[in-house]
């Protein structure tokens, strides 16, 4: 299947500052990926839809100044979570369609905010 | 309003035997239905999909079963391994929707007792 890879695999940092999450599609073009976060034992939550080139769509309740995103390229979409607070904490997962139904999914982001 | 749904949280199967995961939905228009496979701290992985005018899909262990007039599909996996231990989302595609994401179910959490 499609590869997507996610970059970095694990972060830690201090509150107040900003984490910027990579997400790419290694094998295909993607004109549009989806950021999802899991809390502990719940199930993935839809944060955004990022499309190539123009802005991102976000979920309701999901504060698009608080998770910045950006799909520059075909291959390459970001997700800036700026002045983190612990309760930020997560697991961050990105995916993408690859020209079919099915939708391939990072291998997430865990975000620790101290 | 959920319109997948999963509706055992968890279930627990010892090895060998079969494991039947179900899924309900509610919107009569999704085409296209599909499982993935979920470790803790990874990304879900793509195991197997079903197209609506099929009522039934088979790979090696995995079957998935789609019974349209019900609104139910199952996923069977026989023999059941512990290595198939993980969080099992259903998922399905509304045809309608252009590049919105999958509708995903909350999961299910398998665990294949040795």
């Known amino acids: 299947g499609a590869v997507v890879s996610q970059h970095p695999s694990r972060v830690i940092c201090k509150s107040g500052t900003s984490v910027k999450i990579e997400c790419r599609s290694l094998d295909f073009q993607a004109t549009t990926m989806f950021w999802y976060r899991q809390f502990p034992k719940q199930s993935l939550m839809l944060m955004a839809t990022s499309n190539e080139g123009s802005k991102a769509t976000y979920e309701q309740g999901v504060e698009k100044d608080k998770f910045l995103i950006n799909h520059a390229s075909l291959t390459l979409s970001t997700l800036t979570v700026t002045s983190a607070h612990p309760e930020d904490s997560s697991f961050y997962i990105c995916?993408?369609?690859?020209?079919?139904?099915?939708?391939?999914f990072g291998p997430g982001t865990r975000l620790l905010v101290l | 309003d959920q319109q997948v749904k999963q509706n055992s949280p968890s279930l627990s199967v010892q090895e060998g035997r079969i494991s039947i995961l179900n899924c309900d939905y509610t919107?009569?228009?999704?085409?296209?239905f599909l499982w993935y496979k979920k470790y803790p701290a990874e990304g879900p992985t793509f195991l197997i999909s079903?197209?609506?005018?099929?009522d039934k899909n088979e790979d090696g262990r995995f079957t998935v079963f789609l019974n349209k007039s019900a609104k139910h599909l199952s996923l069977h996996i026989v023999p059941s391994q512990p290595g198939d231990s993980a969080v099992y989302f259903c998922a399905a595609r509304d045809p309608n929707s252009g590049n919105t994401p999958l509708v995903f179910g909350k999961g299910t959490r398998l665990s294949v007792i040795a």
């Open positions: 079903i197209s609506s005018i099929k």
């Open positions: 995916s993408a369609h690859a020209g079919g139904w099915v939708q391939y």
């Open positions: 919107n009569s228009m999704f085409d296209y």
